[in-house]
């Protein structure tokens, strides 16, 4: 897989930006599919509703493309509170010079909104977006930072492009890092992100959570990972999302061609790196929930476990639930679960499937 540099701060998709020849220019996202499954028609629950952002804290940008700079989006990520933007009436993608990152003490509610024009791209060289309430560096706040409310993020109408937490002591989370408070994912695209390749534990092309409050599910509705080739997100374990001990309810969204690329899985046989499990989605952990509804799941590969989805709870209190969704080509080059293809589930019983379609 060859990394990509590029050097602009800012790229409006209607104007040219010059680069090192020779060098791969940003991931080329525009056939890329909208935000969302088209055939997915389930309710939208109260969590996965848009946020209001009628009345902003930050603005990024004054106008212009020039103004939506990288320094400026990173400034209001650590300032907090409700952000939007201002670059213009054409799509923008703002490439990071560093990981936005949000501080625990800002908010406690922060919402990033692109208004369905912005494009932000970690380059091929960085993650994008890191929240993590459990690291002094983003100043401490509870002395409880793996059970506790703030920050509250929300991240809506947004593409996240080319991230990449390859080498990260976080282990995973291409796209997003987060870890304590809560979090959702609402009518945002995540194409072409990674981790790194191989690990155990290791998980998320495009988003990693761990130690939600008090255990409620991360929200991720009306979204896509993936859609074509060149699009899809990858990762040892998760090549879409990954979590441990972290319940997920999905509704409405697309996964596909998501890649596990790591080998040996979890544990790691003798002699392998671990890894390759949950091409699309990888949960592990205890009790935790993972609920689908209104959910395309196609053409993701995983080389050990679940080229779909891979869902382990380690003391079988966890369930796996499928409501009105299309499972479809997603091998699993190792093991799945004898009759539901693409799927490897551990858990209280049973997936429970209903009006839904699982096949090779």
């Not at 056939?31 to 930050?58: F, H, K, M, V, Y």
């Not at 009790?287 to 395309?296: N, S």
């Not at 190792?334 to 839904?356: C, K, M, N, Q, W």
Request: hydrophobic fraction near 30%; include cysteine.
């Amino acid at each position: 897989m060859r990394r990509r540099l590029w050097t602009c701060g800012v790229l409006a998709l209607s104007l040219a930006c010059g680069s090192d020849p020779g060098v791969d220019p940003p991931t080329d996202f525009r056939d890329g599919p909208p935000a969302g499954n088209p055939e997915g028609t389930c309710a939208i629950p109260d969590e996965g509703r848009l946020a209001d952002t009628s009345s902003p804290d930050q603005i990024v940008g004054d106008g212009t493309p020039e103004s939506c700079t990288s320094q400026a989006f990173v400034a209001a990520v650590a300032q907090g509170g409700v952000i939007t933007f201002d670059c213009g009436p054409d799509p923008v993608t703002i490439v990071l010079d560093e990981t936005a990152r949000v501080f625990n003490d800002t908010g406690p509610d922060i919402v990033i909104d692109g208004g369905g024009l912005v494009t932000l791209s970690g380059g091929g060289r960085r993650r994008i977006l890191y929240m993590n309430t459990c690291d002094p560096a983003q100043r401490w706040t509870t002395s409880h930072c793996d059970d506790q409310d703030h920050p509250r993020l929300t991240v809506q109408n947004l593409t996240f492009v080319d991230g990449d937490a390859s080498g990260e002591m976080d282990e995973g989370g291409g796209a997003i890092f987060v870890r304590g408070g809560r979090f959702r994912v609402i009518r945002s695209r995540f194409f072409h992100n990674r981790c790194d390749e191989v690990g155990q534990d290791v998980g998320g092309g495009a988003i990693r959570v761990l130690d939600q409050f008090q255990d409620q599910p991360v929200h991720v509705v009306e979204s896509t990972f993936g859609g074509g080739e060149e699009l899809g997100n990858e990762c040892s374990n998760g090549g879409g999302l990954s979590s441990i001990g972290v319940s997920y309810t999905v509704v409405n969204s697309l996964f596909s061609h998501n890649r596990a690329l790591g080998n040996g899985a979890n544990p790691a046989q003798p002699g392998t790196p671990g890894g390759g499990s949950g091409g699309a989605i990888y949960n592990d952990g205890n009790t935790f929930t993972l609920r689908l509804c209104g959910v395309a799941i196609r053409d993701n590969h995983a080389n050990e476990g679940g080229g779909a989805i891979f869902f382990v709870s380690n003391d079988r209190s966890g369930s796996l639930v499928i409501e009105r969704s299309t499972l479809e080509r997603n091998p699993s080059d190792g093991f799945e679960t004898d009759g539901y293809p693409g799927i490897f589930v551990l858990a209280s019983g049973d997936p429970d499937v209903r009006e839904s379609t699982i096949t090779q």
